[in-house]
């Protein structure tokens, strides 16, 4: 069963970048939509990040605008969040979501990462 796979997480300096991937681990048809969210803590809401729809349409929550950049990379179904002038309350287990298919037939379906720590400390 395909999963999808994040990298990129670590430590961050306050005003430092990070580059997330959000990769298939297995074979990918075509994926139509996807997102980013992060949960700061386990007791809090998982939250919007930024969303990239079908049409091309995205969108970004009110915190990251600006700042973040949504992407997909077409060829290899893989999907980047490009975060510049990062703060500690960015701090947080970030989640990618994708709406794929795996064959031509496959009905779509809602695909999960596992979560990638983001830490922004000085």
């Known amino acids: 069963q395909v999963q999808l796979v994040e990298s990129g997480g670590g430590l961050a300096q306050p005003g430092g970048s990070l580059r997330l991937s959000c990769a298939p681990s297995?074979?990918?048809?075509?994926?139509?939509?996807a997102g980013w969210y992060r949960q700061a803590s386990l007791g809090s809401q998982r939250e919007l990040v930024a969303?990239?729809?079908?049409?091309?349409?995205?969108n970004y929550g009110n915190a990251v605008k600006g700042r973040f950049t949504i992407s997909i990379d077409k060829t290899k179904n893989t999907v980047y969040l490009q975060m510049t002038s990062l703060k500690p309350e960015d701090t947080a287990v970030y989640y990618c979501n994708t709406i794929a298919t795996t064959t031509m037939t496959a009905p779509r379906r809602v695909y999960w990462g596992q979560g990638t720590q983001v830490t922004v400390s000085s």
């Open positions: 297995g074979t990918i048809y075509n994926t139509y939509a």
């Open positions: 969303t990239l729809n079908e049409a091309g349409n995205i």
